[in-house]
């Protein structure tokens, strides 16, 4: 396993998200809040989701137990969530910066939020956390152009592009 890849993941996923704040930038409070189609009914809720999925494996990957439910929203206005997600982006950031080649093989404890105990190599992990932004952040897209937001160019093709990766 390379963690440099690893570490580009990361840098991508707060080059990404910045995009998606930047979008929601443009949007009152109640757009945010509206209802919208995706797996959580808002924009702020499914955004709030993806923070705390975050910082639960940020959590277990230090070792850490932090108990929170998937669909809370500790930041259910936009400025304190940008603040929280632009935190939470370089924490990942920084804790992928280091891990090396070995540590990403290494197998992380865990219990999840239902209280289950696995074990899971650290780049199953990673790879699942950036997946899971992935994921989430398409639907926060869709959920953004059906606000009446412009469609985002945020593949990762494009970051590698701009960053010569």
């Not at 409070?29 to 509206?34: E, G, I, N, P, S």
């Amino acid at each position: 396993m390379n963690a440099a890849y690893f570490q580009m993941l990361a840098r991508y996923n707060q080059w990404a998200n910045n995009h998606v704040l930047a979008a929601c930038q443009t949007l009152d409070q109640r757009a945010l809040d509206a209802p919208r189609e995706a797996f959580f009914p808002s924009i702020i809720k499914t955004l709030n989701h993806v923070w705390v999925a975050d910082t639960l494996w940020l959590a277990r990957l230090r070792g850490d137990v932090l108990n929170r439910a998937l669909d809370d929203v500790p930041w259910p206005l936009f400025d304190g969530y940008k603040a929280a997600c632009q935190a939470c982006d370089q924490d990942l950031i920084a804790l992928v910066d280091g891990l090396d080649d070995t540590d990403v093989t290494k197998t992380i404890a865990y219990k999840t939020v239902a209280g289950v105990s696995y074990e899971t190599p650290c780049h199953v992990i990673l790879g699942h956390v950036f997946n899971h932004q992935t994921h989430h952040r398409g639907q926060v897209h869709s959920q953004l152009i059906s606000a009446g937001c412009p469609s985002l160019e945020i593949d990762l093709i494009y970051f590698a592009r701009e960053y010569g990766y």
